[in-house]
């Protein structure tokens, strides 16, 4: 586990997926993407990503996104979202 925060960055694809979420849904996935920053091991390992254990998934209430650890510098690369 890395004590250094992450960074994260969208692809633009993620953004315009993020950005169709109600007030409420957007502030929980906000929360759960800043959970990640902090501790981005913290979410589980992605199934079909299962070789690679630094792309993890994050789930909340109305979306599920996609992210990978990269290690320099030191940010979250969110390059999936659903909309659920």
Partial sequence: MS???HEARFAAEVGRAVRRLGDDDRK?????????????WSWPQADRYDLD???RVVT???????YVILPEPP?????AAAVI
């Fill in 53 to 55: 254990d630094s792309v």
């Fill in 28 to 40: 929980e996935l906000l929360a759960a993407v800043e959970r990640a920053q902090a501790d981005p």
């Fill in 75 to 79: 940010h979250l690369w969110v390059f």
């Fill in 3 to 5: 004590t250094r925060r």
């Fill in 60 to 66: 909340t209430t109305r979306a599920i996104v996609h």
